[in-house]
């Protein structure tokens, strides 16, 4: 292990181990491409609208709420910490560094651009977050970060050694009180869409059970609709994740490998889901879903079978001026139902301003209604519409007959969006 500090510019090294040569993958973005990333809640109708730009200067204010800390060294002036966990060639901390007063700090296994060094203040080759300089890093900086920053980094390739939800667990403890982590985090392309590092649906729910009720740290896990870069012409329906640390909210400050106990016992003993296909893979980094067990209990490999599960299915129209398409089902179990539910929020109900659902569950029957607000041209397009998206979170769950209107042919828009 060695630690080398370049005295002249005062950057630091830690690593415990010879970066990685640079592998054929996606691991130049700039901050733009950070921001558009981790701040746009992609639908898949604004996927192909580039015309937003990203909003680089709101993203970086995230770090001002957050307290901020002296750390000899590194930060003696207390100036807001960024840290990027999977920096790639480092361009985005290059470009935070040379926007801001920020210091800046970057986790990876591969070598970066030269030309960046000198924006990074220190700079950690180490598996986070369990390698050893990791460790130490975060050690040191526990509770300080004012904003942690990931593109299919660490919590998307963590496999092995660690995985996503304990990346995901010391990335939360890193924040300062105020502190935000943006992360994106990979789906599996080609493999089931509920299928993802952090595990399926249920499993996800007890992350984030875990997360705000052990850490006391809020967290959201929705979806967002990605341009492929791997594959082109695909896209991606990824996982946005936000991490916020209240300002006065109690944290714990339990020793982070007994925290990565309590979660192998509360969420799960992580296996990696077999893959049928070779989609994403980059020698050993190979994006591949997880799963986490409870003790006692069989690997789940496979999504909960939602259609199965579905007993019966009406439709109504709803709402102030009956023009609200309504979709009540029922299913045959409360697993599934509150599964569904988790995998319908994470598309459209959290981290939404405004909700384009109104989602009403009763428990006595195992049923929800989901009435969809969006405006439409036309009741009948919005009945169309309102099945494709529920749909989209579980395929084909919701056929033509079951729509109540018997058969019809979707508008022609609907078709074109269909077949992409
Ligand atoms: C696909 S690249 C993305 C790089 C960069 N975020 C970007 O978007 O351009 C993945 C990055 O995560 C790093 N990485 C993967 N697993 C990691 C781990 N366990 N700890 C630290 N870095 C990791 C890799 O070395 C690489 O820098």
């Known amino acids: 292990m060695f630690t080398k500090v370049d005295a002249k510019k005062n950057r630091k090294l830690l690593s ?110 180490s598996s986070f977050p369990k390698g050893p300089k990791a460790r130490e890093l975060f050690d040191l900086l526990r509770g300080k970060v004012s904003l942690v920053v990931e593109a299919y980094g660490a919590s998307t390739y963590a496999k092995g050694e660690s995985n996503s939800i304990e990346s995901l667990i010391a990335a939360s403890l890193l924040l300062a009180p105020g502190g935000t982590a943006k992360l994106i985090i990979s789906c599996i392309l080609k493999e089931d869409r509920d299928q993802s590092p952090m595990g399926f649906a249920n499993q996800r729910q007890r992350l984030v059970t875990f997360i705000q009720r052990v850490l006391g740290i809020d967290i959201v896990i929705s979806r967002t609709y990605i341009k492929s870069l791997v594959v082109t012409g695909s896209f991606c329906v990824d996982y946005h994740v936000e991490i916020k640390r209240g300002l006065e909210a109690s944290v714990s400050d339990k020793p982070l490998d007994e925290l990565f106990a ?140 079951n729509k109540g209107f018997g058969e019809m042919e979707p508008p022609t828009d609907l078709r074109t969006i269909k077949s992409m």
């Not at 996606?26 to 950070?34: E, G, I, K, M, T």
């Not at 910490?81 to 990876?108: H, M, N, P, S, Y």
């Open 262 to 401: 309590m979660a192998r016992e509360q969420i799960g003993h992580c296996d990696l889901v077999p893959k049928t296909t070779r989609f994403g893979e980059f020698g050993f980094y190979n994006i591949q879903g997880s799963t986490y067990t409870l003790e006692g209990q069989q690997p789940q490999l496979h999504a909960l079978d939602t259609r199965a599960a579905l007993v019966s299915s009406s439709f109504r129209f709803s709402g102030p001026q009956s023009n609200y398409p309504t979709f009540k089902l029922e299913f045959n179990s409360m697993i599934i139902l509150q599964d569904f539910i988790v995998r319908f929020s994470e598309y459209y109900l959290n981290n939404k301003d405004k909700p384009e659902w109104i989602v009403v569950q009763n428990p006595v029957d195992t049923s929800v209604e989901l009435a969809f607000t969006r405006p439409s041209k036309g009741l009948v397009n919005a009945m169309y519409q309102a099945r494709l998206e529920i749909n989209r979170v579980v395929p084909d769950l919701l056929t033509v007959s």
């Open 16 to 125: 415990d181990r010879e970066p990685e040569l640079a592998i054929e993958w996606p691991q130049s973005r700039l901050l733009a491409d950070y921001v558009f990333l981790l701040l746009k809640s992609w639908s898949f109708e604004t996927l192909s609208n580039e015309k937003q730009l990203p909003e680089i200067i709101g993203f970086l204010a995230l770090a001002s709420h957050a307290k901020r800390f002296a750390l000899a060294e590194i930060n003696p002036d207390s100036k807001p910490i960024v840290v990027d966990i999977g920096l790639g060639d480092g361009f985005a901390l290059q470009e935070i560094k040379k926007r801001t007063d920020f210091v800046t700090v970057g986790f990876g296994l591969h070598e970066i651009n030269p030309e960046n060094k000198p924006f990074i203040d220190l700079l950690c080759y």
